[in-house]
Antibody
């Protein structure tokens, strides 16, 4: 069973960059059998998929249209983890952020990180 | 953008059947997953590919999907089933989640 452990700050100032990391145990981030995703949840927006990274002979990324201009999801092979960076945050980006593995379905989730955007 | 609509709440008596619907344009042409989420916890899949149960999920959870509506049915509902439930589908470019349904067992 794959386990995902999230880390990162819970408070970010407006206009700054939100950065979170998801450490993977039980599978390689370079696995051909999975994609590695970030999802957030807030009362106003519900559950919202943000994007993913995955390897198929090369690294690939897909991002939700709502955040495409300011999001980056990157693998770190040496540490077997992947990260989320969301630039120019506003209070609307306040949410619980989850990392999640997608095989046939979203079968493993991180513990969630509440990120508050406030000065 | 693609939208999935669920009723905000469903109430059910213990031992009875709870049904939760998820509506979206031509949803029957897509695979649907259902997640259970309890307060303070991460979502857990209870149904995938419309009607398949992951190992460890009780048989009382079942799913269907046809036309514009998918449904999650909980037969013989137990108090431990009280939670928020979300449907989810892939619209070709984005993973879309439903609006969520709070199931109350009373």
């Amino acid at each position: 069973q794959v386990q995902l452990q999230q880390s990162g700050p819970g408070l970010v100032k407006p206009s700054q960059t939100l950065s979170l990391t998801c450490a993977i145990s039980g599978e390689s981030v370079s696995s051909n059998s999975a994609t590695w995703n970030w999802i957030r949840q807030s009362p106003s927006r519900g559950l919202e998929w943000l994007g993913r990274t995955y390897y198929t002979s090369k690294w690939n990324n897909d991002y939700a249209a709502s955040v495409r201009s300011r999001i980056s999801i990157n693998p770190d092979i040496s540490k077997n983890q992947f990260s989320l960076q969301l630039e120019s945050v506003t209070p609307e980006d306040t949410a619980v952020y989850y990392c999640a593995r997608l095989g046939t379905y979203f079968d493993s989730w991180g513990q969630g990180t509440l990120v508050t955007v406030s000065s | 953008s693609y939208e999935l609509t669920q009723p905000p709440s469903v109430s059910v008596s213990p031992g009875q059947t709870a049904s939760i619907t998820c509506s979206g344009d031509k949803l029957g042409d897509k695979f649907v997953c259902w997640f259970q989420q309890k307060p303070g916890q991460s979502p857990v899949v209870v149904i995938y590919q419309d009607n398949k149960r992951p190992s460890g999920i009780p048989e009382r959870f079942s799913g269907s999907n046809s036309g514009n509506t998918a449904a999650l049915t909980i037969s013989g509902t137990q108090t431990v089933d009280e939670a928020d439930y979300y449907c989810q589908a892939w619209d070709g470019s984005t993973y879309v989640f439903g609006t969520g349904t709070k199931v109350t067992v009373l």
